[in-house]
């Protein structure tokens, strides 16, 4: 069986130019690349309606922010999905990822729950640590999380996610640790109506696990509240998920410490630009760590298949860029706009040190500062060109070269220089032709249930949608 995502970057729809020092960027002045971001920010939420209308079963984004080159813009995935959620029915929606160091965990965990509420049940939450200091330096700065200190960036990243698994589990709790006191030991609450509240057995948690009662402060005026000396113990973290224990966690991964970690902790993991040599030994290391920590899942149900599972939804996903020939377009004019397209990604995210990881599982790392060139990326399969034929048979190709017994694959349509309309047409395109054998390929496609929220389906309609009709 298999299972359908859409990855989406929000990568500029403003042409592709090359300037100095052969660098492609998005050809527009600031001003232009700001109209752009507002146009990028109602497509995405498009994509996801159409994605679930074509029959897609995840819908992906990332968070991004700052971003005038054009390779990437996504500043908050969950406001933008929850807009999807409500014009949706089945598709789930997910995040690759949500950077925890540049929130406070309480805040990001409020509000993913209020969209898997909003969703009826549908949010697969992602969970990253950043890596581009322009962003971390500027989120994480009142966190204390930078970047620049890997193992400081580690622990905040893990103590986030552990006090977040608290908001959503526990009815009331406390959490104190290097990062986090919640809530602070000098929080004053003589609140009446809390105090009644919790001395009501109806309740059900005892007054003196939540406050700490104490006498008034003879030093203070004003409010009842703060007048007296009674601290607040215990905060409620108010909506919980409504999947319990809490939704599926996902975090895309590149090195071996982050795959154990994901591992042991019962977190999906999701690769983008591996080699399918290199995705192949990832897994390995991945379902060793699952095995040896007893398979680690939120649900507690065991071993789950090799490679992805989809009655459990566990395991470990891929994703590839795809562009597909479009009948009646100039094959040749295609393929070098798409090569444009991948350079200006790859002008950007090779800097950052991408490039290492393109290496096959047998080679050592690629250099550093090594420029990146659409050919190395459609030569490995990173990008896939062709008819839905080609695609197909690139796509099972990762599929059997990594054991998958199901399998969890993840499309990326929208490239820089494409407009809405394109990326649109790709999304169709690819449902109407390529979808059909990879269910024959796979032995059937996943059929995501119908978990959608109660609104109804407002508006909207774009020029392919109204052609599913």
């Known amino acids: 069986m298999i299972e359908l995502g859409v990855f989406h970057n929000g990568a500029s729809d403003l042409p592709v130019t090359v300037i100095s020092d052969n660098v492609a960027v998005n050809d527009g002045s600031l001003a232009e690349v700001h109209e752009s971001g507002q146009r990028i920010i109602l497509n995405q939420v498009r994509h996801g309606i159409l994605a679930d209308r074509l029959g897609f079963n995840l819908f992906l984004m990332t968070e991004h922010h700052f971003q005038p080159e054009g390779a990437e813009l996504s500043p908050n995935p969950l406001i933008t999905e929850a807009a999807i959620a409500t014009q949706t029915k089945s598709i789930r929606l997910g995040q690759m990822a949500n950077i925890l160091p540049w929130w406070h965990p309480v805040r990001i965990a409020e509000q993913a729950a209020m969209l898997d509420v909003i969703s009826g049940g549908r949010l697969d939450f992602g969970i990253g640590r950043g890596y581009q200091p322009r962003e971390a330096e500027v989120f994480g700065r009142p966190y204390g999380s930078t970047i620049q200190d890997q193992e400081r960036n580690r622990a905040y990243f893990e103590e986030a996610y552990e006090l977040i698994l608290k908001c959503w589990t ?200 090594v420029k990146v060139t659409a050919d190395l990326l459609l030569k490995k399969e990173i990008a896939m060109f062709g008819t839905p034929a080609d695609v197909c048979a690139a796509i099972m190709r990762i599929k059997e070269g990594c054991g998958y017994e199901d399998f969890f694959f993840g499309t990326w349509f929208e490239m820089g220089g494409f407009e809405n309309e394109e990326i649109e047409d790709q999304m169709c395109y690819f449902a109407e032709e390529v979808m059909p054998l990879l269910r024959r390929a796979c032995g059937g496609q996943v059929q995501s249930p119908p978990l959608g929220s109660d609104f109804d389906s407002i508006g909207g309609e774009n020029h392919r949608m109204a052609k599913l009709a």
Not at 192 to 203: S, V
Not at 232 to 238: N, T
Not at 284 to 299: F, M, T, V
């Open 170 to 369: 526990e009815p009331s709790f406390s959490f104190h640790r290097e990062f986090y006191s919640i809530p602070p030991s000098y929080t004053r609450w003589n609140h009446k109506q809390t105090i009644a509240y919790f001395n009501w057995p109806k309740a059900g948690r005892a007054l003196d696990e939540v406050v700490r009662l104490g006498k008034p402060d003879l030093y203070s005026v004003g409010s009842p509240v703060l007048a007296g000396t009674t601290t607040l113990k215990e905060i409620s973290v108010i909506p919980r998920p409504l999947q319990k224990p809490h939704p599926q966690v996902w975090e895309p991964i590149t090195s071996e410490r982050s795959i154990r970690w994901a591992a042991r902790n019962a977190v999906n993991a999701f690769a983008i630009v591996e080699p399918t040599s290199r995705l192949k030994r990832n897994m390995e290391i991945y379902y060793e760590e699952a095995e040896k920590c007893g398979w680690p899942d939120r649900l507690g149900r065991g071993r789950f298949k090799y490679g992805w599972d989809v009655q459990k939804r566990r395991g470990f996903g891929s994703c590839r860029y795809i562009h597909l020939a479009m009948p009646g377009k100039d094959k040749d004019r295609e393929l070098a706009r798409v090569k444009k397209a991948l350079e200006l990604q790859w002008d950007y995210y090779g800097p950052f040190g991408f490039a290492a990881v393109l290496a096959e599982a047998d080679e050592p790392m690629y250099d550093l500062h």
